[in-house]
């Protein structure tokens, strides 16, 4: 009798699993493996941010696929071909053809990413926990990146205050320099409303005004383009700590402008770009294409959603945001 029973619940047991068998056999015919295209050009970073990125990203942004077994058998395949296929339309570490300004604005991008843990994505580390960036990648991605901005420029700087200190000495109208692409300089600003505050965790402190065009641009939520006349200006100023711990602006940086004309700046998607540097207030650039160079390929690679500012429509919508709380 037992022996009979047995077989009785076997036999479905079998069955179900022969056809589970056949069902998986029959998505492998649809599993279209990836296809391998070559690196065209690698990024290039110090080692120990390249083995981070190739640790955690290059799965996905990359043309060095690396996929456990598990990867490739469908269904799963599908998710990840799919995802492989998107990441490498918008980051291919494989295909790394920028300048150094767009370098810059991709690894702004990527620490922004793996700084709010949206990347890599969740479901690839559940299955893959090596790939988790840790607290420490972090740092090191953040020290890389700021170093991009930090080093570079100063070097040039530092000659730029020394031919400024010459200038200033015969042309007294230096006090209001004139950017390469014409934007003077004024202290107008000053007397501007502040619209947003940042800091990039580099022990500066900076305050982003507005004229009143943009002002009521962002009061009104019209910057969807932020209309002509609007100028954003970002003033950048040393970290002081005071004995107490209480900390202070301290000496005085830059002032970077952003003045939209979208008939004149065409080359810089309608924002005209100007940086004036140190007590001599030394304006960036030797021709009026730095712009395109430097600023615009930084903020377009971030802040391309927001008309090309990056801190202000953030700011619009947390104002709102605790305003229709205290309703
Ligand atoms: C499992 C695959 C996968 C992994 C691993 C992964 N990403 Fe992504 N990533 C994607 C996909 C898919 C998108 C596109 C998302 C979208 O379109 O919404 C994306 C988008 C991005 C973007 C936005 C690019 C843009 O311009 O919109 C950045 C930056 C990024 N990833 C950085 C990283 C970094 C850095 C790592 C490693 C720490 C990483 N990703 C790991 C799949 C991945
Ligand atoms: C490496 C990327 C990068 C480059 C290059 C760059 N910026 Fe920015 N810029 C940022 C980031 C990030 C912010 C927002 C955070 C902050 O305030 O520092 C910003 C903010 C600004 C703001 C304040 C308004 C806003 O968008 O929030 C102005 C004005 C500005 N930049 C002007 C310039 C000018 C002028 C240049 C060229 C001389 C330039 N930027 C080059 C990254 C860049």
């Not at 179900?16 to 998505?27: D, K, N, P």
């Not at 505050?197 to 402190?205: H, P, Y």
């Not at 383009?225 to 107490?244: M, R, T």
Request: aromatic share 10%; hydrophobic share 40%; glycine share 4%.
């Amino acid at each position: 009798m037992d022996s009979v029973n047995k077989k009785r619940t076997i036999k479905p047991i079998a069955i179900l699993f022969l056809a589970v068998l056949v069902i998986f056999a029959v998505l492998q015919l649809f599993n279209k493996p990836l296809q391998g295209k070559p690196v065209a050009k690698k990024i290039e970073a110090p080692r120990e941010v390249l083995a981070i990125l190739e640790n955690s990203c290059f799965n996905c942004h990359s043309n060095q696929q690396n996929l456990s077994w598990y990867d490739k058998i469908a269904p799963i395949s599908w998710a990840v071909n799919k995802d492989v296929k998107r990441a490498q339309e918008v980051l291919n570490f494989s295909e790394w053809n920028y300048s150094a300004g767009e370098h810059q604005g991709k690894m702004y991008a990527i620490l922004n990413m793996i700084q709010s843990g949206k990347m890599p994505l969740h479901n690839y580390t559940l299955l893959h926990p090596s790939a988790k960036i840790t607290t420490k990648d972090v740092e090191t991605i953040k020290k890389y990146t700021l170093s991009l901005s930090n080093i570079a420029p100063a070097k040039k700087e530092m000659k730029n205050i020394h031919q400024n200190i010459k200038l200033s000495e015969n042309n007294l109208s230096s006090k209001f320099p004139i950017s390469p692409n014409g934007i003077k300089y004024s202290d107008d600003y000053k007397n501007w409303k502040v619209i947003s505050m940042s800091t990039l965790f580099d022990n500066s402190i900076r305050v982003i005004y507005g004229n009143d065009i943009a002002v009521k641009a962002i009061e009104t939520e019209n910057f969807h383009p932020w209309p002509n006349g609007s100028v954003v200006v970002k003033s950048v100023w040393k970290q002081e700590k005071l004995a107490d711990g209480e900390v202070r602006a301290g000496e005085f940086v830059n002032a970077q402008f952003m003045v939209k004309d979208s008939k004149k700046y065409t080359d810089t998607e309608g924002w005209g770009f100007a940086k004036f540097s140190g007590k001599n207030l030394h304006p960036t650039g030797k021709t009026a294409s730095f712009a395109k160079e430097s600023c615009i390929a930084c903020h377009r690679q971030l802040a391309e959603k927001t008309g090309y500012l990056f801190d202000v429509p953030m700011k619009v919508n947390t104002e709102r945001l605790i305003k229709n709380l205290q309703k």
